[in-house]
């Protein structure tokens, strides 16, 4: 008993480490990127703009706030390159993260700088398409060795210089377009792209009808290749471990709760774990998932039992949801009402115990 105890606590110390190093990942980030930004704002009071713009550049991609944005935009206003620097304020106005309080500021910044630029509308067919403006590149982007391609959908307008453009667009299984066009300061323009799908080759079959007299002829019972050959069902049985923690709703204390799971559909699952608290006891019960999106609302009942002066059986219901963070990985936050048939003289009957606790499966 003392070594499956050890094994469930090393496994619970395993479980939890992915989250823990998502957060210390995501604080890593946001600290590197604050210490380009303030080396950047250092830069821009000693006008070294193309350093300042640099750092932005790299803060930018290492955590992409939209007040690092205002601040590449401020530095490609400074350096003369007019149209990336509106781009960029205008990814800013965009951004729902941006603060209501500069939103006119910025605004009134961007219709001065419009006075001197044109306006390029694009639109991609099909769908899903990348798309690249020859000679331009987003200027809140480290510099590549090419310019960059873009989704379509986040290309749809933009500020360029006065003067003759080029637009390319591409996607996989069609073939690559492009649109050439000019436009005026102030003016705008269109490139309107359809891409064309390219033809598929003809398939094996079509070809051996057109020379019978050279196609082996197979019997649809001994034909092997995959195209035809029946595919494993998927595994529908996914066996995992699980690691609760339930909290008194008196607060009264916490029972942790190491077990083991049972998928044994898409939306439903066996539990049974193991109750460590002042009291020993287990828990056997079932969930239903009520979606199968990855954040899952679910209703569960089950049968806790403590030991202590004998067993104390009761009945629980609770509703909860699981947040899918990976195929195999997933967190749990569950309300659960629990009526016990023979309580202590000292306890009561039933209780609130909320549960929070993280499941991995095979």
Request: aromatic share 6%; proline share 6%; hydrophobic share 50%.
């Amino acid at each position: 008993m003392t070594r499956s105890l050890v094994r469930l606590g090393l496994l619970a110390l395993l479980l939890g480490t992915p989250l823990a190093a998502l957060a210390q990942t995501a604080d890593d980030a946001r600290a590197q990127a604050q210490a380009l930004l303030d080396e950047g704002v250092g830069l821009l009071g000693k006008k070294n703009f193309d350093g300042a713009l640099a750092c932005f550049q790299r803060a930018y991609a290492i955590f992409p706030s939209p007040n690092v944005l205002v601040n590449i935009a401020s530095s490609l206003k400074e350096l003369g390159r007019t149209a990336e620097a509106a781009n960029a304020y205008q990814k800013y106005l965009d951004d729902p993260g941006a603060k209501a309080a500069r939103r006119v500021e910025i605004g009134k910044i961007l219709a001065e700088l419009d006075k001197t630029l044109g306006t390029l509308v694009i639109s991609v067919e099909p769908a899903g398409a990348l798309v690249q403006v020859e000679g331009w590149e987003p200027g809140w982007l480290v510099p590549a060795a090419e310019a960059a391609w873009l989704p379509a959908a986040q290309a749809m307008r933009w500020r360029v210089l006065p003067g003759p453009f080029s637009v390319r667009a591409r996607k996989d299984g069609f073939t690559p377009g492009e649109e050439r066009g000019a436009v005026d300061a102030q003016g705008r323009a269109t490139a309107a792209i359809v891409l064309i799908a390219e033809v598929a080759p003809e398939p094996v079959e079509a070809a051996a009808e057109l020379a019978p007299e050279t196609a082996s002829v197979v019997a649809p019972a001994e034909r092997t290749d995959d195209a035809r050959a029946p595919r494993p069902p998927a595994r529908s049985l996914r066996l995992g471990a699980i690691v609760d923690v339930a909290i008194d709703g008196r607060g009264e204390g916490a029972a942790v709760s190491p077990g083991l799971s049972l998928r044994l559909a898409d939306r439903f699952e066996l539990v049974g774990k193991a109750l460590v608290s002042a009291s020993k006891g287990g828990y056997l019960g079932a969930s239903v998932y009520l979606t199968r999106s990855r954040v899952r609302p679910s209703i569960g009942i089950g049968i806790p039992i403590f030991y202590s002066g004998g067993a104390r059986v009761g009945i629980r219901g609770a509703a909860g949801v699981t947040f899918e963070l990976a195929d195999r990985l997933s967190v749990v936050a569950e309300v659960g009402a629990e009526k016990f048939f023979n309580p202590e003289m000292d306890r009561v009957a039933f209780v609130v115990v909320p549960v929070l606790g993280i499941h991995a499966r095979l």
